[in-house]
């Protein structure tokens, strides 16, 4: 029940700091904070769901994927 009171008023305060924080500042710098990127529930969930842990055996399993490395020097594509 605490951490449902405690969630519902991080929804309102996020909301806030994110408004404030986006009326004061530079549109050319970046984009624009939205209320999960400084509501604490929320960024600690979506820290979870990102990517794939970096594990021995992640590693391990990616070795066997990946093809590979040829020694010597990379060429620049014409992208680069």
């Given at each position: 029940?605490?951490?449902?009171?405690?969630?519902?008023r991080w929804d309102t305060a996020s909301a806030v700091i994110a408004a404030i924080v986006?009326?004061?500042?530079?549109?050319?710098?970046?984009?624009?904070?939205?209320?999960?990127?400084?509501?604490?529930?929320?960024?600690?969930?979506?820290?979870?769901?990102?990517?794939?842990?970096?594990?021995?055996?992640?590693?391990?399993?990616?070795?066997?994927?990946?093809?590979?490395s040829k020694p010597g020097r990379r060429k620049?594509?014409?992208?680069?």
């Amino acid at each position: 029940m605490a951490v449902g009171a405690d969630r519902a008023r991080w929804d309102t305060a996020s909301a806030v700091i994110a408004a404030i924080v986006n009326m004061h500042r530079d549109p050319t710098k970046g984009r624009p904070l939205a209320p999960a990127d400084v509501h604490p529930y929320e960024r600690a969930h979506r820290r979870a769901r990102r990517g794939v842990p970096l594990t021995p055996t992640s590693l391990r399993d990616w070795k066997r994927v990946l093809p590979p490395s040829k020694p010597g020097r990379r060429k620049r594509s014409e992208a680069d």
